[in-house]
């Protein structure tokens, strides 16, 4: 995700033209730029049991996590590529040339004045200290393979929330975290859970107590800085019962000419009653694998919410889902894939009923450009005797200019007669009519594609905080402008 | 999404019964053939050898129960005789095969226009050579079962072939029965339609076992309608409750040709259906309709393919399920755009009813769009019966039980209806009563 | 001043010839009228004048103050100065009429020049309560789930918002009621001026009650058969259309 460098030039919030401008003048290669850094840890390139013992070494690990991250590598050298049934673009990641560890310290910096100049300055450049000043309960800055600065809000630290990276809550925390480590998404999930099981490192570890319900969001960013390189954060998220919290993540690259794979696993708990929203902005670089494994617990009146915007990378593939486990759970995906040239979006949702009056929603809308390509898979799940579950989904397609493809594949699943199911998807091409008629009006084509895509996903994307939707409709227009004439 | 994990099955023979000395007894049954033909069944033999029974971990084969597909314990039997009554519509020309044999043909010769062929394949591979070359398991196996096709083709003993020449429109369906009788008995039927040039024509298979023995049936027909012609096929499959069904469709839609086809299925234990639609031209529109009365422990997995080869083409496909006790259905329907094929209008709709709490009901509704000016939707529902609907029913006095009936009659009148000809619709509908009544 | 002189023009759609060498002049301040039955070629000719991607000029110019505007995308005609309110206004899914005009105005500005949004609201808000048109139907999103009323409306905003030196007006009474049209007809009346030139094309006389034309040109088989005052019209309604056809049939024969 790009940053919100230009909050301040927004409408008021009263106003409801947040997506007013389609032309505004944006530097294109925001997240464009590498500075130099000097690696203090590197694990070299390559895969193999040393790598993994190089990793636990730098960070002290404890034994079980070693062992843990040995037994995940043979996991991962079993599992065959999912290719029977996912893109064989898959095959052209070479698992031997990428860089798995690279770091300067493994200790986050608590104020951005001690974290190193030449990290800093990239996370100014994205605007992160400033936004984390204006609307942010917490930052964890990720910079390769560890988090060069993490803080939060003292205000929200004393109602006993949690917010440090992995090595630092297992370390720290294991009554808290060890519980649900690996457990929503068992390190043999599919490859490349199992990979990330194996060489985990950064991402956020959070844990929010009975009743606190944090205002603000908390927001993680990663960064990929160096080129042949494998990101591997690993975040948990505990809502104990009765709370709430929302996390955003964001993400950028710059390009390079060889392939970077992004790997992340993301395991969320809904305790009792709890409320976790977890919003994603990716707009990774397009020679990025991102091969994300997401799921979610939701307990007994809990509610999990995955907002997941898919704007970038090379190949993403990504299914976030919920296991409803306790009664009258929720589960809600809300999606939004972009698939421009020389892109493949494979995103979808996966919702497990495991318990009566449970019910989900997913909403997926994709666009596909030029020669982009969006898929959509879901899975509904429905066992047998539960009483009372709902699921709605529905996926729209938008395709626009000519050689474009979108799939849809949703595999839905109900047993007994006292739930009920509804699956709906169209596709459709961008109105020609539409697109003259706001020519006539003085856009030009790409304006008016922009508009119609805008104008497509608008009900999806009032959804999301204000910043973010400002975000994304800033990076819609820009896909579009480049995409026409 | 990654595939359920593969449950490790005990080794299974990949041909079961149809080893290779029961094949060439086959081939040494089939005399009288031309050597193309036979040709043709030996590579069909070799191919169905070599393949491998289908696997967990297969896309295609999704949800299917994979350990009941097993091939041992049938045999190919012998002739019979059949005391079962004739479907009950008027038509222009029957044929009935028992135990995939001829026993009854009878083209009711006033009502057959001049030059219309319904015959058997036997004589169609002597006289019709080039057409039944043409057009018989012509088309790609896309839909998971290139093995069982291949099984289909080497052991296919006999089945009609029916040639409606260009212009020639007939009023009454020619029916085609399809009998298997005695324990053990495995079938081959197969039904050829080709349609000319603006021709009309509706053709009745039925799909029936004389006794409750546990049979293997691996049937397909081929449909063709040239340019401007108007094919209705219907297709009701009431096998035996122990019985292994296969079933291959396909489908060419030329040139502003319109294809219906409705398969009823209420028989077998485990009954797989595959439907291969092609609009290969401007114009063309294939209707897909299937009704399914699922109950006890039966598995109906029925796998449609909609592909759009040619501009201004539309499909609209609709499969609706009822399930009751622990019955499971699998909908299994991709609708594919080629890049050309743009004004595509494409429909694909399954409606499962859910009657029992330990009903199961998968859908897999695909799409595959690689053209720009398009409009595709899908959508799959399962749900029970409508609450309100029954309590209105109720509050008119009607029970619950007849209440559920009448709605679910209801859910499969927006198929049936679809039929132009009312003495099928009726036939049909008897149909589905019988299934409900057996309870 | 300014003026839209249309010069022989042969306009087809497809194959098929539509519009067979019409000539037209509309000076700034005027309002001409362009009378025709059903499939004489009137919608086409105002798609033409804006560019739309199906019609193909096979012969004839537009020049608008001086300058031919057929090498122009319908985009910039739209910017150059000519507005089309269409007969049947395309719905806009998700995107509201306040941002839909906004960026409208945005295109309008030189590169790396931002709208004053102050500005542009408080315009907005002038235009409407010209009109007599609800703060409430900006937040709406174009068109969508709009009466045929509403959607003329909408139009007519648009063109009160981009100010526009000639502008095309299509059918812009069919399937409005009386009420409606007279609203429309105020609109229209409101921003007519010096400045702007209407080219009103209608099948009815009735719009012509309320918009009084400054010329009344009659056309039939894709070219103006007649052109005369405000009475033409009146003349018309008497004799009907047949009359044109007896006219043209004697003139060409």
Redesign the interface.
């Known amino acids: 995700m790009n940053p919100l460098t230009d909050t301040e030039t927004l409408p008021s919030p009263d106003v409801d033209e947040t997506a007013a401008n389609p032309v505004a003048g944006i530097d294109q290669t925001r997240g464009d730029f590498k500075y130099d850094v000097a690696y203090e840890f590197d694990a070299g390139t390559g895969l193999n049991e040393k790598t993994i013992d190089y990793i636990s070494d730098v960070k002290k690990e404890a034994a079980w996590i070693r062992e843990f991250r040995h037994a995940a590598l043979k996991t991962f050298r079993a599992k065959p590529m999912p290719t029977h049934w996912a893109t064989r673009d898959l095959e052209n990641i070479d698992f031997d040339k990428i860089r798995y560890y690279l770091a300067q310290g493994q200790k986050p910096k608590r104020t951005w004045d001690e974290v190193p100049d030449d990290i800093k300055k990239t996370f100014e450049r994205l605007g992160i200290p400033e936004q984390e000043r204006k609307y942010l309960a917490g930052v964890e800055a990720q910079f390769d393979s560890e988090a060069a600065y993490s803080n939060i809000k003292e205000i929200v630290s004393r109602q006993g929330v949690i917010f440090v990276n992995s090595t630092e809550g297992l370390r720290e925390h294991p009554e808290l975290f060890r519980k649900w480590f690996g457990k929503v998404i068992p390190t043999g999930d599919n490859k490349f859970s199992a990979l990330n099981s194996a060489v985990f490192s950064g991402g956020s570890f959070i844990y929010v107590p009975k009743g606190v319900k944090v205002a603000q969001p908390l927001q993680a960013y990663f960064r990929i800085n160096a080129e042949n390189f494998g990101q591997f954060e690993r975040t948990l998220i505990i809502a104990d019962e009765g709370s709430e919290v929302t996390y955003m993540e964001g993400c950028t690259a710059p390009k390079f000419s060889t392939s970077t794979l992004h790997s992340a696993v993301v395991e969320l708990v809904a305790l009792k009653g709890a409320k976790i929203q977890y919003i994603t902005v990716q707009n990774w670089a397009n020679n990025v694998f991102n091969l994300v494994t997401k799921r979610g617990l939701a307990h007994e009146e809990a509610e999990i919410k995955w907002i997941d915007c898919n704007i970038g990378s090379r190949l993403t593939m990504k299914y976030p889902g919920v296991v409803l486990k306790g009664r009258k759970a929720r589960g809600e995906v809300i999606s939004i894939a972009l698939a421009n040239d020389g892109q493949h979006q494979d995103t979808g949702a996966k919702m497990i009923h495991a318990a009566d009056e449970t019910t989900s929603n997913v909403i997926s809308k994709s666009i596909s450009v030029g020669q982009g390509r969006a898929t959509y898979r879901g899975q509904i799940h429905i066992p047998k005797h539960l009483k009372g579950c709902k699921n709605n989904t529905e996926c729209d397609a938008l395709l626009i200019n000519t050689n474009s493809r979108t799939d849809t594949y949703p595999a839905i699943t109900v047993r007994g007669d006292d739930n009920y199911v509804q699956h709906e998807a169209s596709v459709s091409k961008v109105n020609e009519e539409m697109i003259f008629y706001m020519q006539q009006r003085g856009l030009t084509e790409g304006q008016a594609m922009s508009l119609a895509v805008n104008g497509f996903i608008n009900d999806l994307a009032r959804q999301f905080p204000m910043e973010y939707s400002v975000e994304l409709k800033r990076l819609i227009d820009l896909e579009m402008e480049g995409s026409v004439g | 999404?990654?595939?359920p994990s593969s449950a490790s099955a005990p080794a299974r023979s990949p041909v079961g019964s149809f080893a290779s000395d029961l094949f060439t007894s086959h081939l040494a049954s089939l005399a009288a053939a031309p050597a193309w033909w036979l040709d043709r069944k030996r590579a069909a033999y070799e191919q169905f050898a070599g393949l491998p029974l289908p696997r967990r971990?297969?896309?295609s084969w999704?949800?299917s129960n994979i350990l009941g597909l097993s091939l041992d314990g049938y045999g190919l039997p012998a002739p019979a005789t059949t005391r079962l009554a004739p479907f009950p519509i008027s038509s222009a020309a029957s044929l009935t095969f028992v135990n995939n044999t001829l026993i009854r043909g009878a083209a009711a010769e006033s009502k057959l226009p001049a030059g219309v062929i319904v015959t058997t394949l036997a004589e169609a591979a002597v006289r019709h050579a080039d057409l039944l070359q043409e057009h018989f398991m012509a088309q790609p196996q896309k839909l998971g079962s290139a093995k069982f096709a291949a099984l289909h083709t080497a052991f296919v003993g006999d089945g009609a072939f029916i040639h409606v020449p260009r212009g020639v429109e007939l009023a009454e369906p020619i029916l085609i029965q399809h009998i298997a009788s005695g324990a053990g008995a495995a079938v081959f039927p197969h039904t050829l339609v080709i349609a000319e040039e603006n021709s009309r024509v509706c053709v009745v298979d039925t799909f029936v076992s004389d006794d409750a023995g546990a049979h293997f049936a691996c049937g397909a027909n081929d449909l063709y309608a040239g340019h401007g012609a108007n094919l209705t096929y219907v297709g009701a499959q009431a096998w035996s409750r122990d019985t292994l069904s296969f079933q291959f469709n396909s489908t060419v839609v030329r040139r502003d040709a319109r294809v219906q086809s409705l398969n009823l299925n209420v028989g077998g234990r485990q009954a797989r259906h595959e439907s291969l639609s092609q609009l290969q031209a401007p114009g063309g529109f294939s209707e897909m309709l299937a009704l399914t009365v699922a109950d006890r422990t039966q598995e109906f997995d029925q796998r449609t393919l909609q592909i759009h080869q040619a501009p201004n083409t539309k499909s609209d496909l609709l499969y609706k399920n009822a399930l009751r006790d622990k019955a499971r259905t699998i909908f299994s329907g991709l609708i594919v755009v080629d890049?050309d094929a743009q004004k595509t209008d494409a429909y694909q709709s399954n409606r499962?009813l859910?009657?029992?709490?330990?009903?199961?009901?998968?859908?897999?509704?695909?799409?595959?769009?690689?053209a720009?000016?398009?409009?595709?939707?899908?959508?799959?529902?399962?749900?029970?019966i409508d609450p309100e609907q029954e309590f209105y029913l109720q509050s008119r006095g009607i029970t619950k039980a007849m209440a559920d009936e009448l709605l679910t009659f209801g859910f499969f009148e927006e198929v049936l209806n679809r039929l132009e000809n009312e003495e099928l619709h009726a036939a049909l509908r008897a149909l589905i009563q019988t299934q409900f009544k057996k309870k | 001043m300014s003026s839209l002189v249309i010069q022989d023009l042969h306009v087809a759609i497809g194959e098929k010839e539509i519009v067979k060498g019409l000539s037209l002049t509309i000076g700034s301040g005027e309002v001409h009228a362009v009378m025709g039955p059903n499939g004489t070629g009137k919608s086409t000719l105002a798609k033409a004048i804006a560019g739309h991607p199906d019609c193909t000029i096979t012969k004839g110019d537009v020049i608008l103050d001086g300058v031919s505007i057929l090498e122009q995308e319908a985009d910039e005609r739209a910017r150059a100065g000519i507005f089309l309110a269409f007969q049947y206004p395309s719905e806009i899914p998700g995107v509201s009429i306040a941002n839909f005009l906004r960026a409208a105005r945005q295109a309008r500005l030189a590169e790396g020049e931002e709208l004053d949004a102050t500005a542009y609201y408080k315009r907005l808000y002038a235009r409407m309560d010209l009109l007599k048109i609800d703060r409430k139907f900006t937040s709406r999103a174009v068109n969508e789930g709009f009466s045929g009323g509403e959607k003329k409306r909408c139009e007519i905003l648009q063109m009160a918002m981009l100010e526009p030196r000639i502008a095309v007006m299509d059918e812009t009474d069919s399937g409005l009621d009386i009420d409606a049209l007279r609203i429309v007809a105020d609109g229209v009346n409101t921003l007519r001026g010096p400045n702007l030139g209407v080219l009103l094309i209608t099948h009815y006389q009735r719009l012509l009650e309320y918009i009084v034309p400054d010329f009344v040109h009659v056309m039939y088989d894709g070219r103006i058969v007649k052109s005369g005052g405000k009475d033409l019209a009146l003349e018309l309604e008497a004799k009907g259309y047949d009359w044109v056809k007896k006219d043209f049939a004697t003139a060409t024969a």
């Open positions: 999404m990654p595939a971990t297969d896309e999704r949800f890049p499962n859910m009657l029992s709490e330990e009903a199961e009901a998968n859908s897999l509704p695909g799409l595959e769009i690689q720009n000016d398009v409009r595709c939707t899908h959508g799959a529902t399962s749900s029970r």
